[in-house]
Structures are given as C-alpha cells and as structure tokens.
C-alpha cells in the first residue's frame, strides 16, 4: 500500500491562499493519477482536483479557477496551490492515487486506491 502524508493546512481568512502538500511513500506518478479530496463536517468525502500520469486535470467546479494542482516527480510531492479561499471550503484535505480515467468519461469519475493518510484540516474564518 502506498502511503501519503498531507501537509500545509492552517487557519486562513476569506479570500487567503494556502498550499498543501502530500508526500507519497513511492514513485507512483508515471502509473497512477493523484487526486484531492476533502471532507467537511457531516458531508461525504469530495474529489477536489486529478492530475493525470499525463498531466491532465480537472477540478470540482466550485474551486475551478481557485484551486491549482502540480506535482514534483523528484520529490515524490503532489500539491494543491488554494487561492481565494471561501469559509465553504473548510474541510479535512486529503491525497490519494486513484483509478484510471476512462475514456470519454470525466476525469472526476475516478475512486481512490488506498488507505487514507491523516489528512490536513484547512479552516478558512474570519
């Protein structure tokens, strides 16, 4: 199993930026998209943001235009870059690799592979 480990979330106030970071235990990003996903309290789990083996992505549309997600092969590191951040965006953030993409099917409709790490609350309050 894979491990990750997120980083970087914090208390921001509305309309501030954060970059979180997941460091995978193994090279895996020629084999397998990573994804975002977070958690608000009493929702379900949400895939945020994929990034393909050929650096495709996509994003939920309530972060489209806000929200970046990169990745750096030498670090075996996937981030999510957070700009104008809303109070609806307060969440537990977590990474993880996911399923193929299928084609002709959205990139969004992927399911995750492994256990999930510990995740990085992200609380944005005025």
């Known amino acids: 199993q894979v491990q990750t480990v997120e980083s970087g979330g914090g208390l921001v106030q509305p309309g501030g930026s954060l970059a979180l970071s997941c460091a995978v235990s193994?090279?895996?990003?020629?084999?397998?998209?990573m994804a975002w996903y977070r958690q608000a309290p009493g929702k379900e789990r949400e895939l945020v943001a994929i990034?393909?083996?050929?650096?495709?992505?996509d994003y939920t549309d309530s972060v489209k235009g806000r929200f970046t997600i990169h990745r750096d092969n030498a670090k075996n590191t996937v981030y999510l870059q957070m700009n104008s951040l809303k109070p609806e965006d307060t969440a537990v953030y977590y990474c993880?690799?996911?399923?193929?993409?299928?084609?002709?099917?959205?990139?969004?409709?992927?399911?995750?592979?492994?256990?999930w790490g510990q995740g990085t609350q992200v609380t944005v309050s005025s």
């Open positions: 993880n690799a996911v399923t193929p993409p299928r084609p002709g099917r959205s990139l969004l409709t992927v399911s995750p592979l492994n256990y």
């Open positions: 193994e090279n895996i990003f020629s084999i397998n998209s």
């Open positions: 990034l393909t083996t050929d650096l495709r992505t």
